[in-house]
């Protein structure tokens, strides 16, 4: 396949309009214009502020002219001490043009630490919906809250946990760790049973995702939820990407859910990017024509906030089981899968490792959280289990290996095949930090040396995990915090589970594998982070459907971890 090539990504990008405007005016300096000057506009997807830091804040709209042979709009923003705008603390104007579907970004700067701020953008005889934003505090040891999110499909439901977080009201940021669209068609992934919900994919936007026209489609489509139109409103977002907002099991060139007759990768990856650049409220730290994404937020003493990306800029190809499997005669290859898992392959890539380091190294906060996609703790699952015909036998073969494990532990003698499948273990997810061992070990010896207290959260699965994490030698390096999927189904879907089934494999899996300590498998919903000077808790919070509007939140998991 085709490596990147940094021209071919700035060819595509030469079309890109306006970028992001930079207000540095102070008070009084700038003003949001006179009306007639302003374009007559709709803002149907709502606003949005994100990526905080003490003195700045990034605004975002999307605002499409009333007359469509207009191509560039002009717009005033304003940005103010209340939620009745009669303290102006800055306004100022902005443009932008079909180029970058009319989304419009305002970094405002020289603003206050630790402070609110209203906001909202102005046509000429319309006015935004207004938000609520915070700057991040400078200096001292302030308790924070976090909402974290991730895997939100449009098709699979409402978004009742961002409506949820969004009645919130001390939520200090959102923390979106990506799969915030999913690429998929209709009859796709998670799509059935969606029309009878009404939430079908338009017939202009039905198909797998391909272009830059189909993506912005897709964030057009997500912007109309209510819940995720009222979480932005609510709070600055900081988010990363994770594969579906390119594809499937993506990696640095390619992607499982990428054939080669479905045109150039990297093409498709730069019109994904683009539009997630367009559409989500961040400012990437090497500006929108740029894939680095990583980038770290300082909350005052308390969190050093690590966002990675483990996707794009540097991961090598995941493994998969089914290369290792003799066609014929079915037998693994357990020497030649070792010896390429312990090979040197990259999640994150070199750079990005060595930028982490760094930042670990320099960080005198109490806390610093990594905010990725993947698990990161080991998630060893009896082998016996991979080896089930058909997927109907995997969660009873998990339930009595569990009951023999505990035997075990109670000092039961067991017979040779029985002890097998309690200690023959094998990770279930190459594509997550499992299948890069060399890294996380390399990861976890930098956070040990430099004496660091570890925070890991994350996305991905579709459920809520909370594991120890350890060295290969055992020792203790921090904990990790993974939260449930908005929508997306999760294993009870994949394991075709019902409630009960469900609670009582979670229960049993802590004791199948080893640095687990709570799972949740078939409850959609996402997961609050407290920080303090003690501690780091946890909060899951899970929702009784995404079926309807209607929800209630119908259960609460809390784990604290006081540090090393
Ligand atoms: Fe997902």
């Given at each position: 396949m085709k490596q990147f090539n940094r021209r071919d990504f700035l060819k595509l990008f030469a079309a890109t309009g306006a970028a992001v405007t930079v207000s540095t005016a102070l008070q009084g300096c700038a003003s949001v214009g006179k009306a007639s000057e302003r374009s007559s506009v709709k803002f149907d997807h709502g606003v949005a502020s994100g990526d905080p830091t003490s003195n700045a804040i990034l605004l975002w709209t999307r605002a499409v002219p009333e007359n469509s042979a207009e191509k560039q709009v002009t717009l005033g923003w304003e940005l103010a001490a209340d939620e009745n705008f009669s303290s102006i603390i800055r306004s100022g104007t902005a443009t932008t043009s079909a180029s970058r579907d009319y989304t419009v970004k305002v970094d405002v700067t020289q603003l206050s630490p630790n402070q609110r701020y209203y906001y909202r953008f102005l046509g000429k005889n319309s006015k935004s919906p207004s938000g609520k934003t915070q700057t991040l505090p400078e200096s001292g040891l302030k308790p924070l809250k976090f909402a974290v999110f991730s895997c939100s499909n449009y098709p699979a439901g409402y978004f009742n946990p961002y409506s949820e977080a969004a009645?919130?009201?001390?939520?200090?940021a959102v923390i979106h760790l990506g799969d915030y669209i999913y690429e998929y068609g209709a009859g796709?992934?998670?799509?059935?049973?969606s029309q009878e919900i009404g939430r079908g994919l338009p017939e202009n936007n039905n198909t797998e995702l391909f272009t830059l026209t189909d993506y912005r489609r897709r964030y057009a489509l997500y912007r109309t939820d209510e819940g995720l139109q009222a979480l932005h409103a609510h709070a600055p977002f900081i988010a990363v990407w994770d594969d579906h907002e390119i594809s499937?099991?993506?990696w640095k060139n390619g992607a499982e859910n990428h054939q080669e007759d479905e045109g150039s990768f990297i093409e498709r990856r730069a019109a994904a990017v683009q539009a997630y650049y367009e559409w989500?409220?961040?400012?990437p730290p090497q500006g929108e024509a740029n894939l680095t994404i990583y980038r770290d937020f300082k909350f005052g003493d308390l969190v050093d906030l690590i966002m990675l990306d483990t996707r794009i800029i540097g991961r090598d190809k995941q493994l998969n089981y089914d290369d290792y499997r003799d066609a014929e005669s079915g037998q693994f290859n357990t020497q030649k899968f070792q010896q390429d898992m312990s090979s040197d392959r990259s999640i994150m890539g070199k750079k990005q490792l060595q930028w982490l380091v760094n930042k670990l190294n320099n960080s005198s906060a109490r806390w610093q959280v990594l905010g990725q996609?993947?698990?990161?703790g080991k998630m060893n699952f009896p082998a016996a289990a991979f080896a089930a015909d058909d997927r109907s036998k995997v969660t009873p073969l998990l339930l009595q290996i569990a009951e023999l494990k505990k035997r075990l532990q109670n000092g039961e003698e067991l017979t040779a095949q029985q002890k097998a499948m309690v200690t023959q273990v094998t990770p279930y997810n190459l594509d997550a930090w499992d299948g890069y061992p060399i890294e996380r070990e390399m990861l976890y010896r930098a956070a040990q040396k430099a004496n660091k207290q570890l925070v890991v959260i994350a996305g991905d699965t579709h459920n809520a995990w909370h594991s120890e994490l350890r060295s290969s030698d055992g020792a203790h390096i921090g904990m990790e915090f993974a939260t449930s999927s908005v929508s997306s189904p999760g294993m009870e879907a994949y394991l075709s589970l019902d409630t009960k089934t469900a609670e009582q494999l979670a229960k049993a899996l802590p004791t199948l594998i080893e640095d687990l300590k709570y799972t949740n498998l078939h409850q959609r919903g996402y997961m609050n982070l407290f920080a303090s000077e003690d501690a780091v808790e946890a909060e899951w919070v899970f929702v009784d459907t995404i079926r309807s509007k209607d929800y209630r939140v119908v259960n609460k998991h809390r784990a604290r971890y006081t540090g090393s």
């Open positions: 009645r919130d009201d001390s939520i200090d796709g992934y998670a799509t059935q049973g499937n099991d993506t989500l409220p961040i400012r996609q993947l698990l990161m």
